[in-house]
C-alpha cells in the first residue's frame, strides 16, 4: 500500500539522501548513506552490529537529530526545513515509536500512557475519528490485542517490562502515524509473546498502510520483513570491519 500525492505519484515514507551525520565531538562520521528510502507501507528490517549507527539513524529520521549534510525526509518532508517546534509536532502526527527503554511516564497508568500520543496530536485523533472512533475506544481494543487488557489502569511503573513494551507500542501505534520506527521492541520479551508482538505489529501497519522501519539483532524476525536492509552496506562511514560484520 503506498501513500499517493495528489498527482498521484508514491511518497515514500523515508527518504534520506546524500546524507552525513557526525556526533558532536567525535572524530569521524558516524553515518553517510548516499541513498535510502523505506516505501509507503513497507516492512523493513535494519541489521547492523551494536555501535554501527541503527539508532542515530532512527533519531535522524525522528529529526530529533538533524544531519550536517543531505537531507531527511518523512512522507515527503524534508525534516530539516522545519523549526523545532514544528518538527516536533510533525513527528507526533506521521511517527510512532517503539524505543529499546520504552520511555514511559511511570506514574501515568497504562492507558494514560497509550493516550498521551493522541492527547499531542490532532491529526492522530482526526484520523480515528474518521474510521468512527475515539482515542478511549482504540486505547481499549490495542490494549486488548496486545493483551493489556487487565493493567490498563495500572501505573506503568507497575508493569512488567514486556507489559512496558507492549504499552509502548500501543503508544506508537494509536491514532495510526504512517511511520512506525522500531528500535528492538522485542528484546524483553519472551518466543511466544514476541510472535504475537510482530504479528500485532505488522498487521496493525498493514491495517493502516503505515511503513515499518524496524530494529533488530535478531535475524530470526527478519522473514516477516519485506526487505532486509544491512546499515553497515549503505553506511558509507562504515569502518571495513563492520561491513564484514
Ligand atoms: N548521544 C550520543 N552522543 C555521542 N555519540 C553517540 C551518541 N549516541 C550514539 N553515539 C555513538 O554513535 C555510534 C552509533 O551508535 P548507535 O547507538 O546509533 O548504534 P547502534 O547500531 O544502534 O548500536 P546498538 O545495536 O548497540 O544499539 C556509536 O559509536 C556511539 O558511541
Excluded at 492507558?111 to 482526526?126: E, G, H, K, T, V
Excluded at 487488557?149 to 507492549?166: F, I, K, M, N, W
Excluded at 528500535?183 to 514476541?194: F, G, H, K, M
Aim: net charge positive.
Amino acid at each position: 500500500m503506498q501513500r499517493q500525492t495528489a498527482a498521484g505519484r508514491d511518497v515514500p515514507a523515508v527518504a534520506v539522501a546524500a546524507m552525513r551525520y557526525r556526533w558532536p565531538g567525535a572524530a569521524r562520521d558516524c553515518l553517510a548513506i548516499e541513498q535510502f528510502a523505506v516505501g509507503g507501507g513497507e516492512r523493513v528490517f535494519l541489521r547492523g552490529p551494536s555501535g554501527s549507527g541503527k539508532t542515530t539513524l532512527l533519531s535522524l529520521v525522528g529529526g530529533v537529530i538533524l544531519p550536517q549534510a543531505g537531507t531527511v525526509s518523512v512522507a515527503g518532508q524534508p525534516l530539516a526545513r522545519l523549526s523545532a517546534g514544528v518538527r516536533d509536532r510533525f513527528r507526533a502526527d506521521h511517527v510512532g515509536f517503539v524505543f529499546q527503554l520504552f520511555n514511559l511516564l511511570p506514574y501515568l497508568s497504562a492507558r494514560d500512557n497509550i493516550l498521551l500520543a493522541c492527547r499531542f496530536s490532532a491529526a492522530r485523533r482526526a484520523r480515528l475519528a474518521v474510521r468512527g472512533t475515539s482515542a478511549e475506544a482504540e486505547a481499549q481494543r490495542l490494549a486488548s490485542r496486545l493483551e493489556l487488557g487487565d493493567v490498563l489502569h495500572r501505573s506503568a511503573a507497575e508493569l512488567s517490562v514486556g507489559q512496558q513494551q507492549r504499552v509502548a507500542a500501543a503508544r506508537a501505534l494509536i491514532g495510526r502515524p504512517g511511520l512506525i520506527v522500531a528500535d528492538e521492541p522485542t528484546s524483553a520479551l519472551d518466543a511466544d509473546r514476541q510472535q504475537a508482538f510482530i504479528d500485532l505489529l505488522l498487521d496493525e501497519c498493514a491495517e493502516a498502510g503505515a511503513a515499518l522501519l524496524f530494529v533488530s539483532h535478531d535475524l530470526r524476525l527478519a522473514r516477516h520483513f519485506d526487505r532486509i536492509v544491512d546499515l553497515a552496506q549503505i553506511n558509507q562511514a562504515a569502518v571495513s570491519g563492520e561491513a564484514a560484520a
